[in-house]
């Protein structure tokens, strides 16, 4: 059964079940999941604790042996197995399959932690029997739409009271990392009285930048029509040191599937058929993302900022003359609905 990260606490309450997949890649969150499969355990009487870390070489008979064997004052024990970024393989699969066929009169709780589960992988057979059994938690970074909200609750945690300018500014400045923005919170309320309410000139003074930023959070923001944040992913993507060739991919990716939509609903299908037909397909949850975009640009405009990726492609090649990271702002913003560069902007090249 399926149960995003904020619901485990009550779940678990109800009931403790015998194995629990936590998959995904934000840290905060997936640490807070697995600390609160380990709480329950421990409240449940379950002292006894085995941790195996799945790297290469790994002998999946040690699963079945650690559910095997028990020390002389426990009648249950919490397995660990870790993934991290490693593969299952056909002899993972099996043997996590064969682990729930045999759980039958075992009182053992099972904590798989691995990283993102795509869609293909929660129809597999293996994921399937375990499922069944127990509950599968889902972590996926926090929408930056919600992440003011987020923040606010969070911060009443650690006893604090955000405004929301102020947990926007955090969200701002922590996008893509909660771990900093809970590190921040924790330093606030040290520094703050209990209860204290911090508006967006605390935030200023107190927080440093630590947002992380990948590609994919940049074409987002482009789809949305989000000008200010592009800019700023756009300038934190160069500062990690990203390649200006990964930039421009992510960007030219969504104006081709841009104009495959159009191509589409011209032919006369509705929008989700069009979605859908999209190698791969977009998905619900992205879908409002590209009609805005669609309700933002006309073909004409596609076509012209495509011709524009074209020669900044020729710029990476050392083959045109044009500026690259400044036209890859220019881009980004004309993408997001604009036309030239933010006031105040470093940036000043135009598509023309």
Known sequence: MKVFPDKLPEALAKALPP???????????????????????????VEEREVLHVENGFQWSQLLEASASLSLFASSKLIELR????????????????????????????????????????????????????????VWPVDHQRLGFWLRDR???????????????????????????????????????????????AIAGGVEESARYDIFTLSDACLRGERERASRILAGLRGEGVEATLVLWVLTRELRTLLSLYQHLDQGQSFEHACKAQKPP????????????????????????????????????GASPVP????????????????????GSPYAYKVG
């Open 155 to 201: 911060a009443a945690r650690h006893g604090l009271s955000l405004d929301m300018e102020a947990a926007r500014l955090l969200g701002e400045r922590t996008e893509g990392n909660l771990l900093a923005a809970d590190q921040e919170l924790q330093k606030l309320a040290l520094l703050m009285p209990p209860g204290a309410r911090l508006d967006a000139a």
């Open 19 to 45: 194995v629990v997949i936590v998959a995904g890649e934000e840290p905060l969150l997936h640490q807070e999941a697995c600390d609160a499969v380990r709480a329950a355990a421990r409240a449940r009487g």
């Open 83 to 138: 993934l991290g970024g490693a593969k299952l393989g056909q002899e993972g699969s099996k043997a996590l399959k064969a682990y729930a066929e045999g759980l039958e009169g075992s009182d053992n709780i099972l904590l798989l932690s691995m990283g993102k589960l795509d869609f293909r992988e929660q129809k597999s057979a293996w994921f399937k029997a375990l499922d069944k059994l127990g509950l599968f938690v889902p």
């Open 324 to 343: 690259l990271w400044d036209g890859l702002h220019d881009l980004a913003l004309t993408l997001a609905g604009g036309r030239g560069p933010l006031a």
């Open 282 to 317: 977009i998905f619900d949850k992205r879908r409002p993302a590209y009609q805005q975009a669609l309700n933002r640009l006309p073909t004409k405009r596609l076509h012209k900022l495509l011709l524009f990726a074209q020669r900044l492609d020729l710029a990476i090649k």
